[in-house]
């Protein structure tokens, strides 16, 4: 039902606003109103509703396009991040690696010694059983023989030292 102080404003997407207004008066006056906000002005500017639109858009698409500037930087810096974490981690395992292997050397190396002095510590016993079993130079009797059971040799007089001290 159309009013004849009433009037209806249609969108292109379809959607429509009725106005209507008590006297013709009041129908003019929501004219104006409508033609100061929406409407285009003489000189062919758009109108304020427009331009506060436009600036809430272009604002709208500026914040996007920050979000997506800070978006794309975060993930370059995450990925610089965890190229560093990888690099780093090989890093460790090289250094784990050249250990274990410095490790493994010293082992052998350590073993290869402990081989050779197993070898020579037979010779050394019987030097060292070689050099006991000799007499001391004021000890020895005429003819080189051997002291006989009451004189001392120098492990003896050790080990007796030793005895008396405790």
Known sequence: MFV???????????????????TK???????????????????????????????????????????????KREGREKQERERADRERVERVREQEIQRREMTQQGQTQQMQRQSREDIQRPAMRAEMRAETDRPSTGEQREGGKRPGPNSMDRYSAARTRSNTLV
């Open 4 to 22: 004849e102080e009433g009037f209806r404003i249609r969108f292109q997407n379809g959607e429509v606003i009725d106005f209507y207004a008590e």
């Open 25 to 71: 008066s009041a129908k003019e006056e929501w004219m104006g109103v409508l033609d100061g906000v929406i409407g285009f002005n003489s000189g062919g500017d758009m109108p304020k509703w427009c331009e506060e639109v436009l600036k809430r858009e272009e604002a709208a698409k500026r914040r996007e396009t920050r979000k997506i500037s800070a978006e």
